[in-house]
């Protein structure tokens, strides 16, 4: 799914409001999750998931095409890791309890 078929699905299902609002309301949701893990922070979504970053450390890489040695510099990644719920979802064990 693409931002925008976010925006088109969430519109549809929200006939009150208008499709700038809800673009506008998407756009506020994203910019607000980059921020934080901009600023170091981590983003949890209950029942979804959490963003988070991390620091991976500097390495000598290979270029694929010359196979010449590279050094790549120290860099942050952003992070993704599943709630339980979303997991019980995608394995088909929604409204299970453990």
């Known amino acids: 799914m693409t931002k925008s078929e976010l925006i088109q699905r969430l519109a549809e299902r929200n006939p009150q409001l208008l499709r700038s609002d809800v673009?506008?309301?998407?756009?506020?949701?994203?910019?607000?999750v980059s921020n934080a893990l901009a600023r170091g922070g981590r983003v949890e979504l209950r029942g979804f998931g959490a963003f988070s970053i991390k620091q991976r450390d500097a390495r000598q890489g290979r270029n694929p095409r010359t196979g010449e040695s590279v050094k790549v510099g120290q860099k942050f990644v952003p992070f993704?890791?599943?709630?339980?719920?979303?997991?019980?979802r995608l394995n088909g064990l929604e409204g299970t309890e453990d």
Not at 23 to 32: A, G, K
Not at 80 to 88: P, V
Request: glycine residues 6%.
């Open 23 to 32: 673009e506008r309301i998407v756009n506020t949701v994203f910019d607000e």
């Open 80 to 88: 993704f890791k599943t709630g339980k719920q979303l997991r019980d």
